[in-house]
DNA sequence: CGCCCGCTTGACCCATGTCAACGTCGGTGG
DNA sequence: CCACCGACGTTGACATGGGTCAAGCGGGCG
């Protein structure tokens, strides 16, 4: 079930067989399917266990009182929201699916089996956590000093890099199921204006983007047009020097 | 030493005077001064070490190659810097000082000494990173939603309820050693428009600016004005609920 | 005393927002 | 099977928040 899970961990260090199958077994006790543009849980509520999303898309967001709404993050097939928010009381914020998501509750004392037994699982949780802040900060950068152009150029850099860690693309092309609304819930940018810049990317030749299917030709030539630096997803098989059985461990 | 941090720990969750001391022995092994405008580590250094914040302000940031600095996060006394980078191999940002900076080098070592022998450390530890990646997202949106004089009202009455939190304010003001070209770098903004927007927030006596001294007469105002709302610092003794000693514990 | 850094101000410009209309496609019901 | 509808995408005209450039100012420090 996971595999989009173990996949993305996999990048990070290697899993033995009893890794994967304390996964499986972890993420497979409940499993909960959602509409597409419903809250999967909302700001106020108390968080009472991690999801994984299955398949699908989601989102994190927040809404001002006067309805500008700003996507804080997104939420692919493989991710966990927030591994442990429990210890928080309620949340800042609310997460909502973009698409019909298919998604595994983890109860808390799962999660406390799962990294009590396995050090390379909780070192690998460890590592997507951490990516998953370093993408917030990343954002962060990318709204405050980056023109239209950039912002939109990166994200798809960067969404089309996750998706390659999970086993979602084919070849230079992925599936993109966001609206230009939401493009510019993201980007800090109207829907206008994500527009033209959609646009002006596909007239440079830089993205093909026909429905919901996303081509990028060139992905270096689109990563300099956008300043996009790869460092910080941390891609490089970093876990392997922590690995008690080292990267000569043979790949399943 | 480190009364700013336990003082803010001391918001989530009651310490014992044991808890205290184990947070002083580790946090004063090894302390460090830096001069203002330093950089404590760099982009592409490998993290080694955990650091406390005993004095003075700090930062993230990140450059981008034509010039353009994004300030990711601000580090007030009491803050500490990613206890747990050590799993990623390399930063993908950097950490300079604004101000002089006195801070305590933690070994990852002495971290792991601490959480394994203090659950409550641990929790509170736990709270304080989740709440630093809470107000990175605050950030997203304060970037992609909010006007510049939004932007601005909301930073400040961020770092005035942090202050507050470590002990840093004298009634409604406190000390704001950051200038104009800092906020700007932080807000997304130019250095002309933040002067032009302190200007209008002091007109309309919502802030006092004189030097370094920030007095803030209604902070009910400003956090009006600016859209703030402080669930995300999440500061109401959320920790009491999980503290085996109970919220009766007699505070020292 | 003088210099430099940070603050302030004005004039002008441009990226992006707003508003409004129109196009297009897929789904649904008559 | 067609007509309609709603959501999404596209386009143009115009407005504006905020950027840029440039000059002046003030005060703390060498």
Redesign the interface.
Known sequence: MPQHLIRKLGQFTHLSEEDRRALEDATSRKVRIFGAHQDIIS?GDAPEHVNLILEGWAC?Y?Q???G???I??FFLPGDLCDP??F????M??SIGTITPVRLAEISPDAILDLTDEHPRIT?AL??EM?VK??I??????N???RTGLERIGHLLCELFIRLRGVGLTEGDSCLLPVTQVELG????LSNVHVNRVLQELRASGLIVLRGKRLTIPDLEALQRVA?FNA??L?L?R?GW??DANGPDQPQA
Do not use: P
């Open positions: 700001e994190r927040k001002l009182e006067d500008r709404r700003q804080i993050s442990h928010v210890v928080l009381r309620e800042d914020h070192r460890w590592w951490l802040v370093a917030q900060r990343e954002w962060t950068v709204l405050g000093q819930d993201a980007t800090g300043l460092n910080y941390h490089d970093e020097h922590l």
